[in-house]
């Protein structure tokens, strides 16, 4: 069921580019996400108009989703659950609220969002590379 999620491992330099990318991402999204993690299911407030349990798998995906991009564990999955929330930042937030260019001081600019999403469009189609927990797991079943 999980193998259809990964591609052909890449090795040489590309998993070292795949690996400063995981090392760069994820722990940037374990930050974002741990004061979200904190309070799972209200960390938007009381007056969001998103449910509680939406804002809970945001949170999991960036805390949970972080963790498993830094140590290249069910990499694809991951990345789709933050490339989600990273498009809701960007048409639910960042482009309606402010400059889509320029981060002004204390802005909201779609920028970083989609740095990110560009990120994990990359780690969707490409997985986590050769130095990574998927390789070492699920590297043997792509062998049979």
């Not at 309070?39 to 972080?66: I, N």
Request: proline share 6%; glycine share 12%.
């Amino acid at each position: 069921m999980i193998k259809p999620w990964f591609c052909e491992i890449v090795r040489g330099k590309g998993a070292f580019a795949l690996l400063a990318l995981r090392l760069v991402a994820g722990p940037a999204f374990i930050l974002h996400g741990s004061g979200k993690i904190m309070h799972a299911f209200a960390w938007m407030g009381p007056s969001s108009p998103v449910p509680a349990w939406l804002q809970g798998l945001a949170a999991f995906a960036e805390f949970g989703g972080g963790i498993a991009i830094l140590i290249g564990f069910l990499t694809p999955i991951a990345a789709m659950g933050i490339a989600c929330n990273m498009l809701v930042a960007m048409f639910m937030v960042h482009i309606p609220h402010g400059d889509p260019f320029v981060s002004k001081v204390g802005g909201h600019s779609w920028e970083p969002a989609a740095d990110y999403l560009a990120i994990m469009i990359v780690f969707i189609l490409r997985g986590a590379g050769s130095i990574s927990l998927d390789a070492l797991v699920f590297g043997k079943m792509k062998k049979s």
